[in-house]
């Protein structure tokens, strides 16, 4: 079986399974919730793209609160998972390290947004923000627009609200090393930040202070969107302030966990 029609019989499969029972003393639901991940990229292939669909994957197994349904990594395997049917019978859409127009066609590009604007939830990592330039419903959800980025490098991050599921279990400050995007069409009116920096990234521009975003939420009508920046190199998925970071992003786009999603949350004192 070739890897598109084994991932459709992946999704078809997993849909109509049943469900296993939550850990315990996780918030669980005693049904986990069904997330799609999307690795397809029509730009830049990123070599982490399967490390962090299988990241998704086991997160979701310790938790017990979401089971990953199906993998697609081909423009005609995502349009036969994300059409008005399937989309149904699914909980969240995560964007692992995608790039440029994956080619959904205009029904179920049109699928896609009423499912989320109905409820459904959104996830994406690094280059997710790297996707559907000029798509005004993409930039709608994601509401930031990859522009650039320096070498990779360790940067320290801070935390922008310390109750919310995403980064409540980390320090308020932190360091990785990563390839750190900066961006366009960015507006912390706009969003609930999460994590940023005061910093510019670029190595040759430290000195220049201001407000350089790394994750945020959004919501669209009744949908939830959770973006994180992070993400491109292989060893961040082993960081254990990254998969807390992941998890409780996750957790909060499917409703599991509460989170405050009010835009143009104020710039915390560093």
Request: hydrophobic letters at 35%; charged letters at 20%; aromatic letters at 10%.
């Amino acid at each position: 079986m070739d890897r598109r029609r084994f991932a459709l019989a992946v999704v078809g499969g997993a849909l109509a399974a049943g469900c296993f029972a939550a850990l315990p003393g996780s918030s669980a639901p005693k049904k986990p919730k069904h997330v799609l991940v999307v690795t397809y990229a029509q730009g830049f292939k990123h070599s982490s793209r399967g490390l962090a669909a299988e990241t998704v994957k086991q997160l979701g197994q310790q938790t017990g609160a979401w089971e990953v349904v199906g993998v697609v990594d081909d423009k005609d395997a995502l349009n036969q998972a994300l059409n008005a049917q399937t989309l149904k019978s699914l909980d969240m859409v995560f964007f692992a390290n995608t790039t440029g127009d994956l080619g959904l066609t205009p029904e179920n590009h049109q699928a896609f947004y009423d499912w989320i604007n109905r409820g459904g939830a959104y996830a994406g990592v690094h280059s997710a923000g790297d996707t559907y330039h000029g798509d005004a419903d993409y930039l709608n959800l994601v509401r930031g627009e990859f522009q650039t980025h320096g070498p990779q490098v360790k940067v320290t991050v801070y935390i922008q609200d310390p109750k919310h599921p995403a980064t409540r279990d980390l320090p308020a400050s932190f360091e990785i090393y990563d390839e750190i995007y900066q961006f366009k069409n960015w507006d912390r009116s706009r969003v609930h930040v999460l994590l940023s920096m005061n910093r510019h990234p670029d190595p040759q521009k430290i000195d220049q202070a201001g407000d350089f975003p790394v994750a945020w939420t959004n919501r669209v009508g009744k949908g939830r969107m959770f973006y994180t920046s992070l993400g491109h190199r292989e060893d961040v998925y082993q960081n254990p302030l990254y998969l807390k970071h992941l998890t409780g992003g996750i957790m909060w786009a499917l409703g599991l966990e509460k989170g405050d999603d009010t835009p143009g949350n104020p710039v915390l004192p560093k």
